[in-house]
């Protein structure tokens, strides 16, 4: 069997390295704001106000 081999950049590698050095508390964090930003956007409604001219 011959299995295709996917090649990770090095952008991704040190993108990969930068996110293993982080602690549990700063992934943790990092988590949560993202939740409450997709809660919020979960949320949101787009109201459109017509142009009043004075």
């Not at 040190?14 to 939740?35: D, P």
């Amino acid at each position: 069997m011959d299995k295709s081999k996917q090649t990770l950049s090095e952008t991704e590698i040190e993108l990969l390295k930068e996110a293993l050095k982080r602690s549990y508390k700063e992934r943790f964090e990092m988590a949560t704001r993202l939740y409450k930003i997709q809660q919020t956007m979960n949320k949101a409604t787009i109201v459109h106000k017509p142009f009043i001219s004075k």
